[in-house]
DNA sequence: GCATAAAATCTCATATTATGAAAAAACTAC
DNA sequence: GTAGTTTTTTCATAATATGAGATTTTATGC
């Protein structure tokens, strides 16, 4: 079970539950999850959790499959969605700079998000050579600590919020070519130490990516930009120049 | 002013009227809105407007401008989106027929999505040639009745529907071309009689349009497909080609 | 820079609303 | 057909949202 949405401090306990059920079905992946599933995950009673989640349904946040009684995204999110996308938030923010980023390189460039304990791809632009990448396209995701943008977020977060989140995500590690805690809090020390997150091969054989935080300061990271490229291409200096046009870049957006 | 999300039938006056001010400031334009400004629009008291927006902003569900305290759609509901846009959706549904159209063609296609009293661009596929569109890019939105994909969905509506729609409009038809409710009327019945509607450099000079709503059987239409082509292009039998194209795809959709 | 207006935020007694245990209904599986 | 599981509905009760008004903050005019 993932803990998701913390309450907000006073009174709204309803909205409260809401984005928890919320944040479960768009964290149950593309079969959704039934009423049980729900109702176990967030810890709410059935009729409560029917009762949010049907209304939610009539709102189109939600829908339901009616044959297999299960509960997903909903059309009127995905209407948000592209609105939000539109607006002056951050995937606005940084279009700009992944195109230019994939143009000065050629290399496929990402705009990860965080979210609960994943990282989220909500942008990229793919590169001459097309390579694999962990979270394949937009919408897809990975648990904190894969991947060097998802390093990077987590890196640059209080040490309390890093160990709760690896925590979190023990069990999902191993998939990832044995990761282990010990390597992510290696990585975590590297990537706080350089400013930005390198991975050689280490999730993807040959497969290499750079990635560095987005900091308004005063907040916590919530996004970063990544560089995915062929390990053979990136030859001496390859990475201190992309470390060098990730932090130009957003210092760019932050300044903004 | 205008009325957005319709209660849900028993009980969760907070959920709705949660909801309502989503739906508000989903259509707040990139400027975001102020707390006066959604208190007036979606006619509740300042205190609980205020309570909830608050409440929203904490969970990220929208965001606020700390300079212009103005509000406007948040990161998670950005990764929503996203989400949303991978499941078994809409989006994803309809992924390959707006792809094969344009490939068979060469010509922009456009996915649209009933919002409230709008249609809102979901995914495009760009033509050989670039066409202006009325929407510009994806989330971008024209009233309903205004462009073919647009007048599409509203011409399959309950008359009742139709009619609440066209009046709350009323006062943005004119921008379009000094485009009115008699034309408006007449493109549904064109639509109706066609099964496909057709404009032909009606809203913007030289460029021409075909839309066809997707219809799942029992349920009113909430999306459509739709071509963007130079009039220039549109010989004689090209419409009615266009349109057995449209069909065709979206038969395969509704089937599935 | 100060005064005035306007908007945003906070407080709190009250009434409305959400809650969840339990019962009923609808599926599923055998 | 029956037993078991999951979903849906019910309803008395407790808990929560409500909104008028007070207070603070921000914007505007002079």
Same mark, same amino acid.
């Given at each position: 079970?993932?803990?998701? #949405?913390? $309450?907000?401090?006073?009174?709204?306990?309803?909205?409260?539950?809401? @984005?928890?059920?919320?944040d479960?079905?768009?964290?149950?992946? @593309?079969?959704?999850?039934?009423?049980?599933?729900?109702?176990?995950?967030?810890?709410?009673?059935?009729?409560?959790?029917?009762?949010?989640?049907?209304?939610?349904?009539?709102?189109?946040?939600?829908?339901?499959?009616?044959?297999?009684?299960?509960y997903?995204?909903?059309?009127?999110?995905?209407?948000?969605? @592209?609105? #939000?996308?539109?607006?002056?938030?951050?995937?606005?923010?940084?279009?700009?700079?992944?195109?230019?980023?994939?143009?000065?390189?050629?290399?496929?460039?990402?705009?990860?998000?965080?979210?609960?304990?994943?990282?989220?791809?909500?942008?990229?632009?793919?590169?001459?050579?097309?390579?694999?990448?962990?979270? *394949?396209?937009?919408?897809?995701?990975? $648990?904190?600590?894969?991947?060097? *943008?998802?390093?990077?977020?987590?890196?640059?977060?209080?040490?309390?919020?890093?160990?709760?989140?690896?925590?979190?995500?023990l069990?999902?590690?191993?998939?990832?070519?044995?990761?282990?805690?010990e390597?992510?809090?290696?990585?975590?020390?590297?990537t706080?130490?350089?400013?930005?997150?390198?991975?050689?091969?280490? =999730?993807?054989?040959?497969?290499?990516?750079?990635?560095? $935080?987005i900091?308004?300061?005063?907040?916590?990271?919530?996004?970063?930009?990544?560089?995915? =490229?062929?390990?053979?291409? #990136?030859? $001496?200096?390859?990475?201190?120049?992309?470390?060098?046009?990730?932090?130009?870049?957003?210092?760019?957006?932050?300044?903004?």
């Amino acid at each position: 079970m993932r803990p998701t #949405a913390q $309450p907000s401090s006073g009174g709204a306990q309803l909205l409260d539950r809401t @984005v928890a059920l919320l944040d479960l079905v768009a964290d149950g992946g @593309v079969d959704g999850l039934s009423l049980k599933q729900l109702a176990a995950l967030s810890g709410l009673n059935t009729a409560t959790c029917h009762r949010i989640l049907n209304t939610l349904v009539g709102h189109k946040l939600l829908a339901r499959d009616d044959k297999k009684r299960r509960y997903r995204l909903g059309a009127r999110m995905a209407i948000y969605g @592209v609105r #939000a996308a539109r607006g002056p938030g951050i995937i606005s923010r940084c279009e700009v700079a992944l195109t230019r980023l994939r143009r000065r390189t050629g290399d496929t460039t990402h705009l990860m998000a965080r979210f609960n304990h994943d990282s989220v791809c909500l942008d990229r632009r793919d590169g001459e050579c097309i390579v694999p990448t962990l979270t *394949g396209s937009i919408g897809g995701f990975v $648990p904190l600590g894969v991947g060097p *943008g998802s390093i990077a977020m987590l890196a640059f977060l209080d040490e309390d919020e890093q160990d709760y989140i690896i925590r979190a995500n023990l069990g999902r590690y191993a998939s990832y070519r044995n990761l282990t805690e010990e390597k992510v809090r290696q990585l975590i020390a590297d990537t706080r130490r350089r400013g930005y997150a390198v991975d050689m091969g280490g =999730l993807i054989p040959g497969i290499a990516g750079v990635g560095m $935080p987005i900091i308004t300061p005063g907040e916590k990271p919530g996004a970063a930009l990544s560089f995915t =490229l062929l390990c053979a291409k #990136a030859g $001496p200096g390859v990475i201190e120049r992309y470390g060098a046009l990730l932090e130009e870049e957003i210092n760019a957006i932050v300044g903004q």
